[in-house]
């Protein structure tokens, strides 16, 4: 099992930034990636942005790319998630979860196996 714990959600302002946090514990050398989602009241959970363990690989979806960063400290188990530009649709409750491996899509979230409780971000307009 992987354990995982987020923080740093909170108000933000539009325009403004924040960075979350997720720290892994557990069986955190069956970890392939890394990635967030999130999902706001009434709608679907979507993929926010995701970073393989090894290597430099990050990928994001069009809605997010050039506002949002993934990155990762290895050593602390634990992945970032900086967003800046921050628009009142950014609003959600952000999952953090780790898949063990490669099928067909980082959009999928079934494809990931442990998920982390949840931070709420709300951005004020």
């Known amino acids: 099992q992987v354990q995982l714990v987020e923080s740093g959600g909170g108000l933000g302002q539009a325009g403004g930034s924040l960075r979350l946090s997720c720290t892994a514990s557990?069986?955190?050398?069956?970890?392939?990636?890394m990635g967030w989602f999130r999902q706001a009241p009434g709608k679907e959970r979507d993929f926010v942005a995701a970073?393989?363990?090894?290597?430099?690989?990050?990928y994001y979806p069009d809605s997010v790319k050039g506002r949002v960063t993934i990155s990762r400290d290895n050593a602390k188990n634990t992945v970032y998630l900086q967003m800046n530009s921050l628009k009142p649709e950014d609003t959600a409750v952000y999952y953090c979860a780790v898949r063990r491996n490669w099928r067909s899509s980082w959009y999928i979230e079934s494809e990931y196996d442990y998920w982390g409780q949840g931070t709420q971000v709300t951005v004020s307009s």
């Open positions: 557990g069986r955190t050398f069956s970890i392939y990636a």
């Open positions: 970073a393989t363990w090894v290597g430099s690989g990050t």
